[in-house]
């Protein structure tokens, strides 16, 4: 049998059963237009009325969108009624695929999960092929809300009696999430609020710096922290009763007088050295064993992946990665030396211990690495009884408080009092963090900025926090640094928006490379290193050297069409737009700077004038 | 045999023999998925890695065994004795197998089919949702969670109308560029071209019209600037502000700007926030009450204006109900039907070897 439905097949079914029109949501753009491709060769042909139908829907569209007419597709769209809708395509493609899903025209759609998010059109039916999505390089199950945003589209209010969600399986499908989804409750949500560097200087410039713990507090973040607080307090509420028939003793704290004792009698006990102690060497090493770091073992080298104690005897134990690719349990004392090289590691919770990715460029890394590394030096502790107080000693022997009349008392109440005090200190320390964490993260922001010079000492806008606080979208802070740094001094449009493109672009979808100037390439490397610089205070951009030759062609080249500009690259039509309009959107900030930075939004302006042609300016 | 090979070997079985497996070995075994399985199974096999292979090999036996003398599954969908109980999403279930399924025969493939159709035209009747979410605009802000395709457009509409006659200002704000161009191209047709103004990162027309469709990103900026004191944008005549797709308040990398705007959003605005079918409202509209002057009201329902119904299509083109009852059987996830069942698990064995990732 095959491992899913073929897409021809699947229409003729949806058509047989009077189930279209119908969206059908695929893993990837490949998938769709593989698909879209499986009809090119198959006999299917509409009748005669509704592919005038179709004709005349897109003769209406191109009136306002004429890139749409020498589209390759439309032919087949209008000879099977079928039709691809993803990132990949044009805006205005999309919207004549919106236009011709809502006339009724077509008959089935093939799109991307990421439509489900996006522009609404719904349809009678919508079939499901996948249970997880890629995030980021990963796949992850489709949660209960996206399920029902994908299900969600079937049924048209008005056009429809009933919508039908139906699930056709393919090799990565798991039924159970897709059932779950379908009849469960969407997920809750949660804020993402993240304090960044144009939030911290806009809110000093409206307000004095007192006033933005306030501010902070009003944050639906701050709400939800309130809310962990309102059930910890709850909890302590429940520990301060437990306490209280404990109450007040002879002595006001009479806990901690336990306690002392009670550590005093433990340190006086005679004790053997205890088999299960390790070595001071082997002690002091194992804050060091962590994952990612480099070792080196009796015989060649390895990297940790975990750290952890063997069942029954507590040993401490490592699980390496050696030179040659096996995974090794031993124990700690293995290694011999630490090196002082860590590499990033991703850990899972089950073997082995880090995603395969990882292990894949850990394995890599090991081999590369050089023959001489730095070693870390790690003191060792001896361990070293302090001294106790010789008052206590003495009353050791007929401690505590013979005479006390709740003496009895104290020591059986002594274990489940002090548990029960630790944990009410411990809830009390995590109401704490949760009530100023956001606070302390807006703290950071300021001394980041204050070293940076965009504030001054008392946390007021210096002249260049100023003008820095305008630029307010992703990589801010690299961005004012360049500027600052002269980069831009008297910088060419094509240059300009190339370097922009290159820190806005965040899709790391392969692209072909066509290659840049040299002036562009010297700049590039210079924001590069800037960007590396700035890399502890801030997530450095992909910088792709390929979109930023990319637009720098299309800003210089006036001659250039689009067809030809498409040419030059790998990058899919979509992608190409969505890089264009964030760069005209990335150069508008620097647009806004024109008072203090005449030159550098002169050039802004004209870089946004020259990328406006074609397809780019005939669009929304 | 090594631990890649062992998981190789799990890999290959059905999901089925990996829980029979997993009896005993890994509690609470049924709610993972097949890779979690395989990796809980190799993780609990570290202490007695032999016990389970053996275990292992007996269960592929016993499968295979069982396979060359497995009577012919029946096949047809049962004909329809009872009606099906009416599917309500909040009805309590204790006495969930007497009350759904078991008992009650499973839906035909016909009764699921039945009843597709166009409804007849009839003149729009607004919801009783939808009027009760604008009676509540009148005087506070309303937070609107339902499913979607419900017709919360509708209450964006009536909302700027009635907003505009009384000479307010109105901006409604979506996520996506996408879908305010769409907007825009919609509210023009409806309130007159020179009505309707856009302002989004790269496009800025009619910017003086009484209705600003924007990105929220803009409206953030906008706000900025007036507290920051340098721009006019008319915040004073602002009335209505409408945050369209408002789930995108938990969006990893641009929620913030939500969070933003609706701290920094002008009181004497009233807000407007539409959102797809999420899991705690009730938590913004408790949030808003306490950070704005107006307290706010919640609208919520999860039924859906255009019933539901799953299915199940099989790579042989059948094509058969996914649950036992017509509609979603909500919170009864387990209630699959029979036909489904049996083919579901059938394609997992058959695609069984290929699908190790």
């Known amino acids: 049998m095959p491992p899913s439905i073929h897409p021809v097949d699947l229409v003729a079914t949806l058509r047989q059963r009077n189930l279209t029109p119908a969206i059908i949501f695929l893993t990837s753009r490949r998938a769709c237009d593989e698909a879209m491709q499986s009809f090119e060769r198959s006999q299917v042909v509409l009748p005669k009325p509704q592919q005038e139908q179709i004709a005349r829907v897109l003769t209406q569209v191109t009136e306002q969108f004429p890139s749409i007419a020498e589209h390759p597709l439309i032919d087949t769209v209008q ?18 695929v919106e236009e011709l899903m809502r006339t009724g025209s077509l008959d089935a759609v093939f799109a991307t999960t990421t439509l489900a998010a996006g522009v609404d059109f719904p349809a009678r039916t919508v079939v499901v092929t996948q249970s997880s999505i890629r995030k980021a390089r990963d796949f992850t199950d489709l949660t209960a809300s996206e399920i029902q945003q994908l299900a969600g589209r079937a049924g048209r209010r008005g056009k429809d009696l009933v919508g039908f969600a139906v699930i056709t399986p393919s090799p990565y499908i798991d039924l159970t999430v897709l059932t779950k989804g379908l ?34 507090a009003k944050s639906f973040a701050q709400f939800q ?46 004790r053997g050295p205890s088999a299960r102690q390790e ?3 082997v002690a002091a090493r194992l804050h060091f064993l962590t994952p990612g770091r480099v070792v080196g073992l009796v015989r060649g080298r390895g990297i940790i992946l975990r750290q952890y104690r063997s069942k029954g005897q507590h040993a401490p134990m490592v699980t390496l990665l050696r030179e040659g690719g096996s995974l090794n349990e031993c124990p700690a004392s293995i290694v011999t030396q630490v090196f002082d090289r860590t590499f990033d590691c991703e850990e ?20 590369e690495l050089p023959p001489r590394l730095p070693i870390l030096p790690i003191l060792t502790h001896q361990h070293e009884d302090i001294p106790l107080d010789s008052s206590i000693i003495q009353t050791l022997g007929d401690f505590a408080c013979p005479s006390c009349p709740s003496r009895q008392a104290c020591q059986r109440d002594f274990p489940r009092a002090s548990r029960v005090r630790q944990e009410i200190q411990r809830h009390m320390k995590s109401i704490q963090a949760l009530q100023t964490s956001l606070w302390h993260r807006f703290q950071e922001r300021i001394d980041v900025l204050e070293r940076f010079g965009y504030l001054n000492a008392t946390a007021q806008l210096t002249a260049d926090g100023e003008w820095a606080r305008l630029i307010r979208i992703d990589h801010s802070l690299l961005i004012t640094e360049l500027i600052r740094a002269e980069a831009f001094g008297a910088i060419d449009p094509p240059l300009l928006a190339a370097v922009m493109a290159s820190i806005a672009h965040d899709d790391d979808r392969p692209g072909s490379f066509p290659r840049g100037s040299t002036g562009l390439v010297t700049l590039l490397f210079q924001v590069r290193k800037l960007a590396e610089s700035l890399a502890p205070h801030e997530d450095p951009p992909m910088l792709r050297a390929d979109v930023a030759a990319l637009t720098e062609r299309w800003v210089a080249d006036q001659t250039l069409t689009w067809i030809g500009l498409a040419r030059l690259t790998t990058m899919a039509e979509g992608d190409m737009f969505r890089l264009f309009a964030r760069t005209i959107e990335f150069l508008s900030q620097l647009k806004t700077l024109k008072h203090t930075h005449p030159s550098l939004a002169e050039s802004a302006d004209r870089a946004i004038d020259a990328m406006r042609r074609g397809v780019l300016e005939e669009l929304p | 045999m090594t631990t890649k090979e062992l998981e190789q070997v799990l890999l290959q079985q059905p999901v089925s023999l990996l829980h029979r497996l997993a009896r005993g070995r890994i509690s609470r075994h049924f709610r993972s998925g097949k890779r979690k399985l395989v990796d809980l199974l190799i993780q609990a096999s570290v202490e007695n890695r032999p016990g389970l292979e053996s275990d292992l090999a007996a ?110 200002t109105v901006i409604y704000t979506s996520p996506l560029k996408a879908l305010s161009n769409t907007k825009f191209t919609e509210f023009s047709r409806l309130f007159g071209p020179g009505q309707v103004g856009i302002l989004t990162g790269d496009r800025r027309e009619h910017a003086q019209a009484p209705l600003l469709i924007m990105t929220t990103e803009i409206l953030r900026n906008l706000l900025y600037d007036a507290a920051g004191g340098e721009i006019d944008v008319r915040l004073d005549t602002l009335g209505l502000v409408i945050m369209d797709e408002s789930q995108y308040l938990a969006d990893p990398e641009r929620g913030v700007v939500w969070e933003e705007t609706l701290i920094f959003c002008p009181s004497q605005a009233r807000l407007l926030l539409l959102s797809a079918s999420i899991g705690n409202p009730q938590d913004i509209a408790d949030w808003l009450t306490a950070i704005r002057p107006t307290p706010c009201a919640l609208i919520r329902h999860t039924k859906r204006s255009v019933p539901l119904r799953a299915g199940y299509l099989h790579p042989n083109e059948k094509l058969t109900p996914l649950f036992r009852t017509a509609g979603i059987p909500y919170g009864q996830p387990h209630l699959l039907h029979p036909e489904a069942k049996r083919l579901f698990t059938e394609y997992e064995e058959d695609t069984g070897p290929s699908r190790s990732r």
């Open chain 1, 79 to 96: 000879r099977i009624g079928v039709a691809a809708h993803h990132a990949g395509h044009l805006p205005s493609w999309k919207i004549a």
């Open chain 1, 183 to 216: 009849t469960g409750q969407p997920e809750a949500i949660h804020s993402q609020f993240v304090i960044s560097y144009p939030m911290v200087l806009n809110l000093l410039k409206a307000h004095p710096r007192e006033q933005i713990q306030s501010i902070l």
């Open chain 1, 225 to 270: 922290l309130n809310q962990r607080t309102a059930v910890l307090e709850t909890k302590l509420d429940g520990l301060r009763a437990e306490m209280e028939p404990f109450g007040p003793r002879v002595c006001s704290d009479w806990i901690t007088q336990w306690q002392v004792f009670d550590q005093a009698r433990k340190r006086k006990k005679p």
């Open chain 1, 279 to 281: 070595s001071p060497d």
């Open chain 1, 348 to 367: 899972t919770s089950a073997y082995p211990w880090c995603t395969p990715h990882t292990l894949e460029q850990l394995t890599h890394h090991l081999m």
């Open chain 2, 59 to 168: 269960l592929i036996e016993e499968q295979s065994h069982r396979h060359q003398t497995a009577p012919p599954v029946e096949t047809g969908a049962k004909p329809k004795t009872h009606p099906r109980p009416a599917a309500s999403p909040a009805a309590p279930r204790p006495h969930k197998a007497e009350e759904h399924g078991h008992h009650e025969p499973p839906v035909s493939l016909h009764e699921w089919l039945s009843g597709i159709g166009v409804p007849q035209a009839q003149p729009f009747v607004p919801d009783a949702w939808q009027v009760d979410a604008l009676a509540r605009l009148a005087e506070t802000d309303v937070v609107v969670s339902v499913p979607t395709g419900s017709g919360k457009t509708y209450v964006a509409i009536e909302a700027t109308r009635r907003a505009m006659q009384d000479n307010r």
